[in-house]
């Protein structure tokens, strides 16, 4: 099908989303009888906008550098376009004979993608439209796990290692946010930063359990007295067993997102009011601090999965693969082949089986209500890549 293309980029930023924009990018070029190959200024938006960016003529060599380089190159969008949204997409890739559609994002994306693609069958318009994932909280239905997840996840083990070492040198109780509204694989990430018996983090708090602030002291005040310190992560969405978030219950006035939903990224307030619970119960005197590490997280450069690199950008050639050979729409799922050695597949899977749906951590990755298991880790460890080594000397106490 001799026609253009269209590439966009939605949602959160990662550290390797360029590397399936380029991934993108080099399939078409490769392929035959692709005309231009556009890309969508900030998603959707530059789409019904007209703020398109010819990307035929990069060379290689930038392609490269885009590729490493973190964040969306092309912008992002919240943008969750509903049917008038998508009829004005229609009719923009109509007026370019865009006949190949790419959006490279997360469950939001995949709606969309999934909505033109239904669009565009139902007026007769022949067009090729894949969903290439991305998310770092891993939450895609029917993958193993998402671009985007074990750069973010490196992050937060290398962080929880830095912070469990300053924490041993000057003893205290300390409390890290981690992104995550509904899954917790990213704080599960925390639990790699352990090389010793007595490492941090030693309380991990996910969304997929019920949080409980009495226990939760009950939990700090048992690690302090046996360590005479204790490292907690704790994931943004936690909530009580009623489902709300526990922010809410801490503080007041939060801001809400574009979605209608309260604000837990980029937000000191679950972590302050947190600490403060801590002192009021168990000492004004103790030392506690907390930090949300926050947007931080997401586009990180020198901390970057090469897993991660690498499947972010084979899973954007698999999509045009599929888009020339002529299948019509999908998105694609990373599979899990094998362990030892680590080795996955790529496949086509239907939009409707990912598209804003989310996905939890299973029950075997859990351990109680404050940590994981085995499972878990040996779930993250080749995602995430290999980790700084750290030594230690014994602490005459």
Do not use: W
């Not at 004005?88 to 370019?96: C, F, P």
């Not at 694989?185 to 930063?193: E, K, P, Q, R």
């Not at 704790?234 to 978030?245: I, M």
């Amino acid at each position: 099908m001799a026609a253009n293309a269209i590439i966009g980029q939605s949602g959160g930023p990662t550290a390797v989303i360029n590397q399936s924009l380029v991934g993108v990018i080099e399939g078409l070029k490769a392929g035959k009888d692709v005309g231009t190959i556009y890309g969508a200024m900030y998603g959707v938006r530059g789409m019904v906008e007209g703020k398109l960016l010819e990307l035929n003529g990069l060379d290689q060599a930038k392609l490269e550098r885009i590729a490493q380089t973190p964040s969306s190159a092309l912008g992002s969008s919240r943008d969750k376009p509903d049917v008038e949204y998508c009829k004005k997409i229609m009719k923009a890739l109509a007026e370019r004979d865009i006949r190949y559609f790419f959006y490279i994002g997360g469950n939001d994306s995949s709606d969309t993608t999934r909505i033109v693609s239904e669009m565009a069958a139902s007026q007769g318009y022949d067009l090729r439209a894949f969903h290439v994932p991305k998310t770092i909280d891993n939450d895609l239905m029917e993958n193993d796990h998402t671009p985007g997840f074990g750069s973010a996840a490196k992050f937060v083990a290398c962080a929880f290692m830095g912070d469990n070492l300053d924490n041993r040198s000057l003893p205290g109780i300390k409390i890290n946010v981690v992104m995550g509204r509904h899954a917790g694989f990213l704080t599960a990430a925390s639990a790699l930063a352990r090389q010793f018996p007595d490492d941090g983090p030693h309380l991990v708090y996910v969304p997929e359990k019920a949080f409980d602030i009495d226990t939760f002291i009950g939990d700090v005040d048992a690690v302090y007295k046996r360590l005479g310190r204790c490292i907690i992560a704790v994931s943004e969405g936690v909530h009580d067993a009623s489902g709300a978030p526990i922010i809410t219950k801490l503080a007041k006035n939060l801001d809400k997102d574009d979605h209608g939903n309260v604000q837990l990224a980029g937000t000191g307030a679950l972590g302050d009011h947190l600490a403060a619970a801590l002192k009021a119960k168990l000492g004004a005197k103790l030392r506690v601090r907390a930090d949300t590490l926050g947007y931080m997280q997401r586009s990180f450069p020198g901390v970057v999965s090469e897993v991660d690199a690498k499947e972010a950008r084979e899973s954007a050639r698999k999509a045009v693969e599929l888009a020339l050979k002529g299948e019509k729409n999908g998105s694609i799922a990373i599979k899990r082949v094998s362990d030892s050695p680590y080795k996955v597949a790529y496949e086509r899977i239907e939009l409707s089986a990912v598209a804003a749906k989310t996905r939890t951590m299973p029950p075997e990755m859990l351990k109680g209500d404050n940590d994981v298991t085995p499972a878990c880790i040996a779930y993250l460890k080749p995602i995430v890549g290999n980790l700084p080594v750290t030594e230690q000397l014994p602490l005459v106490k």
